[in-house]
């Protein structure tokens, strides 16, 4: 008996190799996954190493004749001109099932060794950072007050270089011995001073309607947004407000903001190219404010982008609203605020609040931007759950407790 190994990327091109050369009669002995060796493929996909044997007369013609005919072998398997056919069959099947389950669990196994790699580098960085910090005037006594809001600023994602900038200018305003909360009260004030004062719509006062269109990716929740801000002008502040949408690439959209307008008793109107949308606003002459909803654009798909850059420059508002979700990633957020730097002058309306438990995205497309923050959203009520950025709620949240 002839007993060999085999090596394939998968099952399939191991069984290839056992066929090719032991032929047919090959019988399977045993199957495992190995690792490639050397560092730079350690996380590479593993190889099949498949063991085979067969008998030494495996290419006389009385072995090969006894299994023309279809029937069963010594084993008890189905067999076809040949060989062990069915049996390998079902050993691939059967492989190959385990290869998926391996492969999900290697992908699980990679995201939680990208977890844990950050779970690090935010141990570290504090320490790190704080070591450079003090290698001027060596104050001990303040490192472990700092090291304390430098790891809450950071639990609530904060980006790493503001956290840096702050923790440099409280480490040249506190004295030796100084108190926590006197440190958090120096933070309060700079995260404040940074956050700004929260803008409003600005209502035109020349007799015209004031302009307001919302801007943003898909998903973030443009269109309840709308609604909440023409529900709160026209049953709170007595204004009357007529409704635009561009959005008719989802049916949803323009049904949801139908029923919207029919609730609240507003004229809607929705129209299908840039080219209508100075006419839609004529109709409009009689408001006082005219709010425009518009597709979610992917800056990924260049054709659509440059649609919604047309309808901007043509509608020329009078204010517009870039609408961030604060449970984007900030990697992707930047993509976002970059892609949608076409846009001469905007606010900042963020979403989902009540979904977030971390606020640091706010905090950091502020000052990214530096665009004033209007609107925050918490919830799916119209028109509750909407509100004027809350400077003083958002900076105690990024600061966290200090027990």
Do not use: W
Not at 160 to 175: D, M, P, Y
Not at 367 to 386: A, H, M, W
């Amino acid at each position: 008996m002839k007993i060999r190994r085999y090596i394939g990327k998968d099952t399939q091109e191991a069984l290839l190799k056992v066929k090719m050369d032991l032929g047919s009669d090959a019988i399977i002995l045993n199957t495992r996954k190995i690792r490639q060796k050397g560092f730079f493929k350690m996380f590479s996909k593993p190889l099949v190493e498949v063991l085979a044997s067969v008998d030494d007369n495996y290419g006389t013609n009385s072995r090969r004749t006894a299994y023309e005919s279809r029937g069963k072998n010594d084993r008890g398997y189905d067999v076809v001109s040949g060989g062990n056919l069915s049996y390998n069959e079902n050993l691939r099947s059967k492989f190959d099932e385990k290869e998926e389950k391996i492969h999900l669990l290697e992908n699980k196994i990679i995201g939680m060794e990208e977890k844990i790699n950050k779970i690090y580098e935010q141990i570290q960085k504090p320490s790190e950072k704080l070591i450079a910090a003090t290698n001027d005037d060596n104050e001990q006594p303040q490192s472990k007050v700092l090291d304390l809001f430098y790891n809450n600023l950071l639990k609530n994602e904060v980006d790493t270089e503001i956290v840096k900038q702050l923790i440099s200018v409280v480490r040249g305003k506190v004295k030796e011995n100084v108190s926590v909360s006197e440190t958090a009260s120096i933070l309060y004030n700079l995260i404040s001073e940074m956050m700004g004062k929260p803008s409003d719509i600005k209502l035109r006062n020349d007799g015209k309607p004031t302009v307001v269109m919302l801007v943003g990716p898909t998903g973030v929740g443009k269109t309840t947004t709308l609604a909440k801000i023409a529900a709160n002008y026209s049953l709170n502040l007595n204004k009357n407000v007529g409704l635009i949408t561009a959005d008719t690439y989802r049916i949803a959209a323009v049904e949801q903001l139908k029923t919207y307008a029919d609730i609240l008793g507003m004229p809607l109107k929705v129209i299908y190219s840039a080219n209508e949308i100075q006419d839609a606003i004529k109709e409009y002459s009689d408001k006082d404010l005219i709010l425009i909803d518009t597709a979610g654009r992917s800056y990924k798909n260049k054709e659509h982008f440059d649609e919604l850059k047309t309808l901007v420059e043509v509608t020329n508002a009078d204010e517009i609203y870039l609408v961030l979700s604060t449970t984007t990633g900030m990697r992707n957020c930047r993509e976002i605020i970059e892609h949608y730097s076409f846009l001469e002058n905007y606010k900042l309306i963020f979403t989902k609040l009540d979904e977030s438990s971390a606020l640091g995205l706010i905090l950091n497309s502020r000052r990214l931007t530096n665009r004033d923050l209007s609107f925050v959203t918490t919830g799916q009520s119209v028109p509750d759950d909407i509100e004027l950025a809350n400077v003083d709620m958002i900076t105690k949240n990024l600061l966290g407790s200090i027990s």
